[in-house]
T-cell receptor
């Protein structure tokens, strides 16, 4: 049981480049989400999904796109990277139907935009 | 809107002494409250949660937290701190009506000295 797997762990981009952060979970969790972590600001929700084909915006969605074509995967796309998107990104999932409420986090992806 | 405040950026404690990390929240309705811990270069790990019932909840690694509705607080405590407890601690809240969105505090760095 691998839990939540994020790739890549590290990435350096130039301003204007695009990339996709991958997130996969093998726990059959309905809910998946992306957070960014910045010093002194905690974790801020970017986008989340409550099931395949359903996504919604979080607190800081601008500059990011998501899609959910399968239960297992929830990629985060940066269409035109900006230095303000330099951050550590975390994917998290949770089971919804049992009401467990506990988020399971991936190990994180550190992104630097030059 | 929901919010979480962790008033201390850092808490310093000597090994063997009691540890307290403070958290206050604002949410409509009855809150779902959580504590997570983050070790360096790792994702967040779940420590404990309050959903309903007994105001004192016990979690992993000897941690506990007390829900105080009148003070809207959910402070994390450990009777005797260990050097290995040194980490970044996050409080989080979710309203039952906003089940897609967890709100995290800014985090409190705990430093336990031998």
């Amino acid at each position: 049981n691998a839990g939540v797997t994020q790739t890549p762990k590290f990435q350096v981009l130039k301003t204007g480049q695009s990339m996709t952060l991958q997130c996969a979970q093998d726990m059959n969790h309905e809910y998946m989400s992306w957070y960014r972590q910045d010093p002194g600001m905690g974790l801020r929700l970017i986008h989340y999904s409550v099931g395949a084909g359903i996504t919604d915006q979080g607190e800081v969605p601008n500059g990011y796109n998501v899609s959910r074509s399968t239960t297992e995967d929830f990629p985060l796309r940066l269409l035109s990277a900006a230095p303000s998107q330099t951050s550590v990104y975390f994917c998290a999932s949770r089971e919804v139907t049992s009401g467990a409420n506990v988020l399971t986090f991936g190990a994180g992806s550190r992104l630097t935009v030059l | 809107a929901q919010s979480v405040a962790q008033p201390e950026d850092q808490v310093n404690v000597a090994e063997g002494n009691p540890l307290t990390v403070k958290c206050t929240y604002s949410v409509s309705g009855n809150p779902y409250l959580f504590w997570y811990v983050q070790y360096p270069n790792r994702g967040l790990q779940f420590l404990l949660k309050y959903i309903t019932g007994d105001n004192l909840v016990k979690g992993s690694y000897g941690f506990e937290a007390e829900f105080n509705k009148s003070q809207t607080s959910f402070h994390l405590k450990k009777p005797s701190a260990l050097v290995s407890d040194s980490a970044l601690y996050f409080c989080a809240v979710r309203s039952p009506d906003s089940w897609g969105k967890f709100q995290f505090g800014a985090g409190t760095q705990v430093v336990v000295t031998p």
